[in-house]
């Protein structure tokens, strides 16, 4: 698509003055300094066009100015916009007022006005009226003139000069009012020829990225714009077809039909150039009226791979919704129907929320329940396992980078898992994994609802709300020194701490039969669990310490569901699967022995520290162990 050269800075004007006409711009030009760059060229005809073909070398001319004969040759035979001094109606009656000669003779160059003519007719004043078309017309006039004895002569400055060669008096015909007028008329067309030119820039610049070829035509169907795509699409470049008609060039593209009608064409398949396209015609109607018509191009093969992206973008975002509802925790224990109330108190706030609990209890089931049941549940929902990342790496899933940020980053950057939780919650999960950098950075974002990607200096505001989880004790680790003490404080605001299974051992029956029917449904549907088994799977499970948790239950299930069938001869025994579930038949006084083991261990520790006078860190250097274990086994206390 071809552009135009660089316009100057400054608006260039070029005026044309022979003769008196050049005394006034002289005068003029001056006070129009601070608005245009005007230049006076006293050349006429032939030498002028020459004149602007080289000035037009040194840089762009936005408007010229001239008067009479010479105006009119250069509005034929250059493509640039040419404003007239134009003498006014009162100039000329004043001029003709104050001459003293008897005969008077206004000369003009065109038409004689109709206003002129009137006037004089009206007050039938003794003046000569005369037009002339060329410099031989004006000589021819100035002779009539002087063989009527015409004395005094108004007009152009051309036939002032050959008046005065005649012995007449010549006055100018344009007035310094009428010269004014003339170049603010020619700074306001070359301001708007200069915004004009701006916008078909930005348009052209625009029409430039379009990957659908675009061809627009004026109301004559003659081709005005062809970006780059559409090219591409004819094999042809824009300078060969601007200004031809299109459906002559191509009759498949014809656009006649659409200026005719003023109906849109939306995605007509047809063929362009030997290519399938998708094809649609409009109209260009500006304020009202129809100034032209649009074809645009595309191409089916890039509409299915944009299909295929959005499809694949579509999955990504549903991936990113919460499954689960807080109805989902299953368990009507009183530990269990508290919980369900915090939780749904919870959502109702958007304060950062941080769950506790052991290894498979269901923190992220718990949070995307909070999330479903929050004001936030049609937004993304993003979890993060903290300690399932390397530094370096979950540094760069979190918070994104820009391109360039680091060597082996991707072109365009990336967005980070904090920007795309926006308006939405981001759930982190082991937040006790998180290393102390990166606690800094998030840090940020709690409290100033920011994000900086890796390698950008200006921040982007994120609207999360923050869920975090983990099975470690966060306070001891901030006496440890391995998690900050202010990011804790960010994160314990909203605390919920989910049971361990063994503290509630009376949902053992729905639990199982929950997920019985999810293992069933993974494994097909078709198998089942051994009655038998099931029993003893209850009984021993209420003794059992279950240090998995929900996760440890269903896995057993489900190995219980696989590996329980007969194999040959031979049926295969409870025992052989689960061994855990024996060493509780075994041992049938574990529980009460592990009871008095804690109760001995809790009173030695009461002793000791009674003799250390109550120091910890004493305390802790007799029995052997860390402070942050001595606080654990206290705080248990």
């Not at 549903?318 to 108190?345: I, T």
């Given at each position: ?14 005026a044309f ?20 760059e ?8 032939g ?5 602007v ?10 408007v010229l100015?001239?008067a009479?004969s ?9 493509d ?15 001029s003709l007022?104050s ?39 004006a000589r ?9 004895g015409?004395e ?15 012995q007449m ?5 344009y ?18 020829a ?22 627009s ?61 998708i ?9 009202g ?11 089916p093969?890039a509409i ?21 509802e ?12 508290k ?44 979890a ?32 980070g ?24 950075r ?11 990607r890796?390698g950008a ?8 709300r ?9 306070a001891?680790?901030?006496?440890e ?27 053992l ?34 003794h ?32 052989d699967?689960?061994p ?10 574990m ?22 006078g ?9 029995l ?14």
């Amino acid at each position: 698509m071809p552009y135009p050269s660089p316009l100057p800075a400054r608006l260039r004007l070029v005026a044309f003055g022979l003769h008196g006409l050049r005394s006034l711009l002289e005068e003029l030009v001056p006070q129009f300094r601070a608005q245009a760059e005007i230049l006076i060229v006293d050349k006429a005809y032939g030498e002028a066009v020459q004149a602007v073909q080289v000035l037009r070398q040194t840089g762009a001319i936005d408007v010229l100015v001239s008067a009479g004969s010479n105006g009119s040759y250069l509005r034929e035979h250059l493509d640039l916009p040419v404003v007239l001094v134009h003498p006014g109606g009162f100039d000329i009656m004043g001029s003709l007022a104050s001459a003293q000669a008897e005969r008077k003779a206004v000369v003009t160059y065109g038409e004689m006005p109709l206003e002129l003519m009137e006037f004089v007719q009206r007050f039938d004043l003794p003046v000569e009226l005369r037009s002339y078309r060329s410099e031989a017309d004006a000589r021819s006039c100035v002779q009539d003139l002087k063989e009527l004895g015409v004395e005094w002569v108004l007009a152009p400055g051309l036939v002032v000069d050959l008046a005065r060669e005649n012995q007449m008096e010549g006055v100018l015909l344009y007035s310094q009012g009428a010269v004014r007028q003339a170049l603010e008329s020619a700074i306001e067309l070359a301001r708007v020829a200069r915004a004009e030119a701006a916008r078909r820039d930005r348009l052209n610049t625009i029409l430039a990225q379009l990957r659908d070829g675009v061809v627009s035509v004026d109301r004559d169907e003659r081709i005005e714009t062809v970006n780059p795509a559409m090219e591409a699409w004819l094999g042809q470049p824009a300078q060969a077809v601007i200004g031809r008609r299109l459906g002559s060039l191509y009759p498949e593209l014809d656009l006649a039909g659409t200026l005719r009608s003023l109906e849109v064409q939306l995605d007509t398949v047809q063929q362009v150039a030997g290519r399938t396209a998708i094809v649609t015609r409009m109209p260009i109607l500006e304020q009202g009226r129809l100034s032209g018509a649009v074809l645009l191009c595309q191409d089916p093969a890039a509409i299915q791979r944009l299909d295929r992206s959005l499809r694949s973008r579509s999955q990504q975002v549903a991936s990113r919704h919460a499954r689960y509802e807080l109805s989902d925790l299953v368990g009507q224990s009183s530990p269990m129907y508290k919980l369900r109330a915090q939780a749904q108190a919870c959502a109702q706030s958007t304060a950062t929320t941080l769950i506790i609990g052991e290894s498979g209890t269901g923190k992220e089931l718990l949070a995307q329940g909070i999330h479903s049941a929050s004001a936030r549940r049609a937004q993304p929902f993003v979890a993060v396992n903290c300690a399932a990342f390397p530094d370096s790496l979950l540094e760069s899933e979190l918070f994104g980078y820009v391109e360039g940020a680091f060597t082996g980053s991707s072109r365009g950057g990336k967005v980070g898992l904090v920007e795309a939780a926006h308006t939405g919650t981001l759930f982190l999960d082991e937040i006790g994994e998180m290393p102390l950098p990166l606690q800094t950075r998030l840090l940020r974002v709690l409290q100033e609802k920011e994000v900086l990607r890796i390698g950008a200096i200006e921040p982007t505001p994120v609207d999360v709300r923050v869920i975090a989880a983990t099975h470690r004790d966060l306070a001891a680790q901030v006496k440890e020194g391995v998690f900050r003490q202010d990011l804790f404080y960010r994160l314990n605001i909203l605390v919920l701490r989910l049971p361990p299974l063994r503290r509630r051992t009376q949902d053992l029956p729905e639990l199982v039969e929950h997920l019985l029917a999810k293992v069933a449904q993974r494994l097909g549907g078709a198998v089942t669990l051994n009655p038998d088994w099931l029993a003893e799977l209850l009984e021993l499970g209420r003794h059992y310490s279950w240090p998995g948790n929900i996760r440890e239950l269903e896995n057993l299930i489900e190995r219980l569901m696989v590996l329980g069938t007969v194999q040959g001869d031979q049926a295969v025994v409870l025992e052989d699967i689960a061994p855990e579930l024996r060493a509780v038949v075994a041992e049938p006084a574990m529980p009460a022995l592990r009871d008095q083991q804690e109760r001995s261990e809790q009173e030695h520790l009461a002793k000791v520290l009674e003799e250390c006078g109550g120091n910890r860190a004493l305390a802790a250097q007799q029995l052997g162990i860390s402070r942050s274990t001595l606080w654990r086994k206290l705080r248990k206390m």
